[in-house]
């Protein structure tokens, strides 16, 4: 868009100063364009700990942002932020993906030449194919209406100032001029100008790298993809849709992908190999089939697509498709939204999870059990001062605003002079009140300056008062300390709020005890974790032996030995070392975080990060997996590959499961589909070395895959699974199906050629087909039956079912005749037999042989 509007900043403006009580820092600007001095907008939004109470009062004076008419004149010239919601493919692409593949090329060439040299029998493969890619595109399909719905119910929904009045709207229906409220954990929707802004202080880490928070103030520029800090204000919007510079930076890498993994590259890497294969292998059948042997013209090209199609392993992408599709769907019923598919991977290797206590293990909100004043304060006049403090936050963080429920009656009403944001770096908030001045003069007698935060941070160590602090945090309760800070008004007459040395002689005046609610599941939780080999490390910015004790109560194991953070190495190998001995850290700053996971994943864990705060953000983003709570923090909620709508930490075990489930399954089948593979690219060059007909028609071939490999895996890929997943999926596939096939082919074409010297005559061809396929059908069954392993009642009905179908086509005389199946005399039949039990045995010599010398890598395990 080139085209700009200029935008109305005419708003009326104040009469004079705002009352007195919240949010009173004196004259507001007149409007988003206004050159008054920063001020903080208390917002008419509903509270982000408590939202089904009725929204706080605003005060007056600020900036109104545009009028309707402005915004309908925007939205006419198409200066809309019309960037698309992250989410699935659209339908076309389904289809198109599903549809318009590599292999489902050949296969359709081979099934219309099918059409004019073979009986219908011979085409049946085609017809197999349609209805995978069928079932693949409905899934699909299903899985993006999940997930369009779910993204619906977690999307950022920004508060925009319009005529005066705040009110949530979908980031699609900003316009150009729009002002945007901001406060702590919000993330920047569109590109912008700070208009308002006190102690607004913004990470851009995620765009820029640059690790330290920027303070913004009013006339620097924000940008779309950061996110808030501390503090709040407001923002007036300049470039909107693909203008914004997070747009332009990742609106293809936000879209819905199926690519970005271990698996999906694998088996990428698989079909390269596979093709170049099948080019001279095919080539090869196709000479001998034709040129060499003279044969029937149309036999011979039914038996070359013959030996073609089973080459490829076209149901081994439809079934991944598909095991993703319905994990999303799955997730989804659970509220569970997956932004980005190839986290379902990810949460099957998740060895450590790293858990924030508030949010996680403990609900969001907390109540005022106790205060307990120091030093011979008044308790009456502390109470003040504590609603006081609430008051001068416009954003409250969990604590206070228990403190404002506790006290909001009996605050003090003084006119502020100056406000500290709480910040996960320094551990405090803090407030400074005239308590006699005049509402704005911020010069009186009574000036008094207050800090409230961890008590270990504001007071020098040995404190008497750490003692008592001590001896709660032991009962898993949170404290905090409020404290003076001396004399003056914020600016003058000793440290200002925001200065490193604000809480340098504080003055302990009373500790506010809070008493956190355990989330009822929690305990349970923690007990999956240990039960599956997945360590829960409990990473929170609270005091240690606090956090030790709520997770004592919870049944974490090694709860009892915490650590204080500020006490860890920095060094990543020392760090390390630290976390792998460790469950339970305590005062960790955001910035720790981000270095803790980052060393655990130095020491190959495959690390999960859940999390709901600002503070979470630079660790989820660097995490494997970050899942973050519905309830979170914009900018948590953006970063996270998972979102727990239902803010359920139970939710997270059967992510878990899903994930285990999905990836275990398709290294389970891939097996199936890739020892066919082999041995239809051996038995190929095998015939075409010994210059004798191809053994199976088409429909031979179709009989078995669907038998042993397409019916099986089905049900296999959508059983439940609990191993963890090991990397090297082609590795550790192929170390199973080269062998496999090899045997499976030799056995088969050892079948095959004592057929042909056994039989003669026109209709001996049939009759060597029909051993060939009895041997290669028994050989299948029985990678089937190890693959199936661990036995449960279904998957034994699920072996003999295939097995007993299999009979029914050699017993049904019409079934004999369509399928071109028919088993003459018995001696070559029971030497077909005898010949797949030694190629079965030494199915089960090489297994057992892989398992011992690769252990780790084994797939085979499961529920």
Not at 508 to 524: F, G, I, K, M, Y
Request: net charge neutral.
């Amino acid at each position: 868009m080139t085209q700009r509007a200029k935008i109305n900043t005419d708003g009326p403006e104040p009469p004079g100063p705002e009352p007195h009580g919240r949010g009173s820092h004196g004259p507001a600007p007149a409007g988003p364009g206004s050159p008054a001095g920063p001020a903080i907008d208390a917002g008419a939004e509903l509270d982000p700990v408590h939202p089904m109470k009725p929204p706080r009062p605003r005060p007056a004076g600020r900036g109104t942002g545009l009028t309707a008419a402005e915004v309908a004149a925007h939205v006419a010239r198409g200066e809309v932020n019309d960037v698309p919601v992250r989410s699935s493919r659209s339908t076309t692409e389904i289809i198109r993906a599903n549809v318009f593949t590599r292999f489902n090329a050949i296969i359709g060439v081979l099934w219309v030449i099918m059409f004019f040299v073979a009986p219908i029998q011979d085409t049946l493969f085609g017809f197999v194919i349609i209805a995978n890619t069928g079932i693949g595109i409905i899934q699909e399909l299903r899985a993006k209406k999940t997930l369009d719905g779910l993204a619906v119910i977690g999307e950022a929904r920004p508060t925009v100032r319009r005529d005066g009045v705040p009110a949530e709207i979908s980031t699609s229906e900003i316009v150009l001029g729009d002002l945007i409220e901001l406060g702590p954990g919000d993330k920047v929707v569109v590109d912008g100008v700070v208009a308002e802004a006190e102690g607004l202080e913004i990470d851009e880490s995620l765009l820029t790298g640059e690790a330290d928070p920027v303070l913004k103030r009013p006339g620097d520029p924000v940008m779309s993809g950061s996110f808030v800090v501390v503090g709040g204000g407001a923002f007036q919007a300049t470039k909107v849709g693909r203008d914004a510079y997070a747009a332009q930076l990742a609106e293809e890498a936000s879209r819905f992908t199926l690519v970005d993994s271990e698996l999906r590259n694998g088996i990428s890497t698989i079909l390269k190999y596979v093709t170049w294969m099948m080019i001279p292998t095919a080539i090869g059948l196709i000479l001998s089939q034709l040129v060499v042997k003279q044969n029937d013209f149309k036999n011979s090209i039914a038996r070359t697509v013959g030996g073609i199609v089973p080459m490829i392993p076209e149901g081994l992408v439809l079934l991944t498709s598909v095991a993703f599709a319905i994990g999303v769907i799955r997730l989804g019923r659970l509220k569970v939204l997956v932004q980005e598919l190839p986290a379902i991977e990810g949460l099957a290797r998740v060895d450590v999870v790293c858990l924030d206590k508030t949010g996680t293990l403990t609900e969001g909100g907390m109540d005022v059990s106790e205060l307990r004043p120091l030093g011979g304060a008044d308790p009456a006049y502390v109470r003040k001062v504590l609603g006081a403090i609430g008051e001068s936050d416009p954003r409250p963080n969990a604590s206070l605003q228990a403190i404002i429920d506790a006290y909001q009656g009996e605050r003090g009403q003084w006119p502020v002079t100056a406000a500290l944001p709480f910040s996960s770096v320094r551990k405090y908030s803090g407030a400074a009140f005239d308590e006699n001045g005049a509402a704005g003069t911020g010069n009186g007698d009574g000036a008094s300056r207050w800090l409230l935060g961890a008590p270990d941070v504001l007071l020098p160590t040995g404190d008497p008062a750490l003692a008592e602090v001590d001896h709660l945090n032991r009962q898993g309760l949170r404290v905090l300390l409020l404290a003076r800070a001396g004399t003056g008004d914020g600016r003058t007459g000793g440290h200002a709020l925001d200065s490193p040395e604000a809480a340098s002689g504080a003055e302990a005046t009373a500790l506010v005890v809070l008493e956190q609610r355990l989330r009822p599941d929690a305990a349970e939780t923690l007990a999956y974790f240990a039960d599956q080999d997945v360590s829960a490390k409990v990473i929170s910015g609270d005091n240690a032996v606090s956090v030790g004790a709520v997770a004592g109560k919870l049944g974490l194991a090694g709860a009892e030995q915490t650590v204080d953070a500020r006490h860890l190495p920095a060094e990543r190998e020392p760090m390390a070392d630290a976390l792998v001995a460790g469950a339970v850290f305590g005062r960790v700053t955001p910035q720790q975080k981000r270095e803790m996971v980052g060393a655990l994943q130095s020491r190959g864990h495959t690390v999960a990060m859940t999390g709901d705060g600002v503070n979470d953000v630079l660790a989820l983003k660097d995490a494997d997996i970050g899942v973050s709570m519905g309830s979170g923090s914009e900018a948590t909620r953006a970063v996270a590959q998972i979102v727990l709508l239902n803010n359920s930490f139970a939710t997270l075990p059967s992510v878990v499961a899903e994930g285990r489930r999905v990836i275990g399954n398709i290294t389970r089948v891939a097996t199936l589909f890739l020892t066919k593979t082999v041995y239809s690219v051996l038995l190929a060059i095998l015939v075409a070395c010994f210059q004798v007909e191809y053994p199976f028609l088409p429909r031979h071939l179709t009989l078995l895959s669907t038998l042993t490999i397409g019916i099986p895996a089905f049900f296999l890929a959508l059983a439940p699974n609990k191993e963890r997943a090991q990397p090297n999926f082609v590795r550790r596939v192929m170390r199973y199906a080269v062998p496999s096939g090899i045997i499976a082919a030799l056995a088969t074409f050892t079948t095959y050629l004592l057929a042909r010297h056994v039989y003669t005559g026109p209709d001996s061809l049939g009759a060597e087909t029909s051993a060939a396929t009895l041997t290669l059908f028994l050989v299948s069954m029985w990678v089937l039956a190890i693959v199936a392993r661990p036995y449960t009642w279904w998957r034994i009905c699920l072996v003999v079912s295939m097995g007993a179908a299999f009979l029914v086509v050699l017993a049904v005389p019409a079934l004999q005749h369509f399928f071109a199946l028919k088993l003459v005399g018995t001696a070559v039949p029971w030497a077909a037999v005898g010949i797949a039990v030694v190629a079965s045995v030494a199915l089960e010599l090489c297994w057992h042989w892989v398992g011992r010398r690769f252990p780790a890598q084994a797939p085979l395990s499961g529920g």
